[in-house]
């Protein structure tokens, strides 16, 4: 069984300062793991994924995450935040090993950035 | 070019009636997905397509739930039955294939309301 753990079910930050969201996950054996993003009345749009190679992986609006093995980890982060980025976040793990096609979402993270 | 599209955005049914959601994934994807989600959590996986065939149904909740993609193209899924606890934004998404963990397009939803 595969499972995605999102701890956070908000995360405020200031405008400017950098922002983390925390994502963990469990799969047999390795994973492909993704975030999109879903803005207000919007569908969900992919960010970034990480699938073999460099731990950390840069994707679209200064995105980037970092893939931790021993700690079954993929933080999203960004260096400085910016009032548009605010939006509902999720994490999603597919297994690798079988390329099964089905994913697993978490509950999603609600980032708010202040100005 | 166009996303995916599904049709129709909103269904409201009664209790025991039967419905049909649809999804055009984004032409030449092979891949096609159903979720569920309800409000405040991610996206559920329901079943997803590789071409014509069900690949994996594992995530249908119970044989009242179906789904086809007849030409490997539009898919439908079908609730007979509809109950009250169905009440949710069922979402489409659609990918390149499985290898090298391809991302997923989604459309943007149909809210399914069971009075």
């Known amino acids: 069984a595969q499972s995605v753990a999102q701890p956070e079910d908000q995360v405020n930050v200031a405008e400017g300062n950098p922002l983390t969201v925390k994502c963990t996950y469990s799969?047999?054996?390795?994973?492909?793991l993704f975030w999109y993003v879903q803005y207000p009345n919007r569908g969900l749009q992919f960010l970034l994924k990480y699938i073999t190679g460099d731990n950390l992986v840069k994707g679209s609006y200064g995105f980037e995450a970092e893939f931790n093995k021993s700690q079954t980890s993929f933080h999203l982060k960004k260096p400085s935040a910016l009032v548009s980025d605010s939006a509902l976040y999720f994490c999603a793990v597919r297994e690798s090993d079988t390329n099964a096609g089905k994913s697993t979402f978490g509950d999603g993270t609600t980032l708010t950035v202040k100005p | 070019g166009a996303g995916v599209s599904q049709t129709p955005s909103n269904k409201v049914t009664e209790k025991g009636k039967y419905v049909e959601l649809r999804c055009d994934p984004i032409?030449?994807?092979?891949?096609l997905y159903w979720y569920r989600q309800s409000l405040g959590q991610g996206p559920e996986f329901l079943i997803y397509f590789q071409g014509t065939g069900a690949a994996d149904d594992s995530g249908l909740p119970n044989d009242r739930f179906f789904a086809v993609r007849p030409e490997g193209s539009v898919s439908t899924l079908k609730i007979q039955r509809t109950e009250r606890g169905d009440s949710a934004v069922y979402l489409c998404?659609?990918?390149?294939?499985?290898?090298?963990?391809?991302?997923?397009?989604f459309g943007p939803g149909t809210r399914l309301t069971v009075l």
């Open positions: 799969v047999s054996g390795n994973p492909y």
């Open positions: 032409s030449g994807h092979t891949a």
């Open positions: 998404a659609s990918s390149q294939g499985l290898a090298g963990g391809s991302e997923q397009f």
